[in-house]
């Protein structure tokens, strides 16, 4: 797979789930305790020395374990991963949620980016081809121990009330042939203060109005949960808007 022996992939894969568990750098100690990975701690370390000089381990200031890059996420995401289904009562939960607003669109991508956030429990923003902004559950982020850093929260809040930011956002999704667009730190951000926040984008598109709608969190969100949710809910905005000529 890729560049990756399979014993490599398993052991990224267990650092991935732990880190997203533990939100702490991991050691090949932790790995070698808690995971049945079949090798010696020597090899786990030997290991994670190959995955950081391939690019899917970095070191942080704080710690002399190893978190998974904004590369090792894509390819779990990418290669990995099982996206878990939405079950039909789930679905209609979403349906029913925002079904009253339906007929204008201002008050239909209110109430979905209210639903978004209370459902997945993340940041959710939605923004059109007009420049609009819409977004709720901020309150959401700090319950993440990434957005205790003052610094990150008063950036990202600011970009909340910066269309510009989102229209470029957008426009980048225009560009990709894919259903789904996941943001994973600094790189995506084009900007350092994100390093540790990761998004994800459906777009939606009706007869008048296209825009996308997403959630904003740590990079340690579940990504098997969240990409199926925002996949469902920017797909269902797209045939309201299409069936009220919006």
Known sequence: MEDLTQRQVDI???????YSESGI??????????????????TIRNEMVELAKKGYLK???FSSGRIPSAKAL???INHLMKQKELSTTDEVSYKNSIWDERKEAHRLLSQATKVLS???G???VATTNFGDVYYSGVANLLNQPEFFDINLSRNLFIRLDEANFWERILHDFDKLDEEVMCMLGEEDFHDPIFDTCASIWGEFEGSKIKGMMGVVGSKRMYYDEIIPQVKYFSNLISEIFKEQGL
């Open 118 to 120: 209370q459902k997945t």
């Open 12 to 18: 990224l894969k267990v650092i991935i789930k732990e």
């Open 25 to 42: 750098a991991v050691g090949s100690e932790v790995l070698e305790k808690k995971y049945k990975l079949g090798v010696s701690p020597a």
């Open 74 to 76: 894509r390819f779990y």
């Open 122 to 124: 993340l940041l959710s």
């Open 59 to 61: 070191k942080t200031h």
